[in-house]
Nanobody, 128 residues
Framework: VQLQASGGGEVQPGGSLRLSCVFS????????IGWFRQAPGKEREGVAC????????YYLDSVKGRFTISRDNAKNTVYLQMNSLEPEDTAVYYC??????????????????????WGQGTQVTVSS
């Protein structure tokens, strides 16, 4: 299992970025994927994830309406479209994967960092 995140950069407040996570070694039918971020001096937090095999999505409250997670099965890629970026969004962003659990869990469970595989991070800086 491998994941590689890319697409970070520096933008002004109100700007947009699209992060990509290219993965290999598994399919989205078998593994859940989520996006996480970690700012300096802060704990890693879940930002967006798929909470079901069917593609149900779930978001951190502070990014709802601004961020969108999507997937392209043919390209083995998951995206994070980030709009209306704020300085508080500055962080290193990671994608992560884990096998779908056998039990059913609510969406917020998949924002917890209980993932087995992590890609390298990509830096997002929002600054004027």
């Amino acid at each position: 299992v491998q994941l590689q995140a890319s697409g970070g950069g520096e933008v002004q407040p109100g700007g947009s970025l699209r992060l990509s996570c290219v993965f290999s070694g598994f399919s989205l039918d078998d593994y859940a994927i989520g996006w996480f971020r970690q700012a300096p001096g802060k704990e890693r937090e879940g930002v967006a994830c798929f909470s079901s095999r069917g593609g149900t999505t779930y978001y951190l409250d502070s990014v709802k309406g601004r961020f969108t997670i999507s997937r392209d099965n043919a390209k083995n890629t998951v995206y994070l479209q980030m709009n209306s970026l704020e300085p508080e969004d500055t962080a290193v962003y990671y994608c992560a994967a884990r096998p779908w659990p056998s039990d059913l869990y609510s969406g917020n469970y998949y924002l917890l960092p209980y993932y087995d595989y992590w890609g390298q991070g990509t830096q997002v800086t929002v600054s004027s």
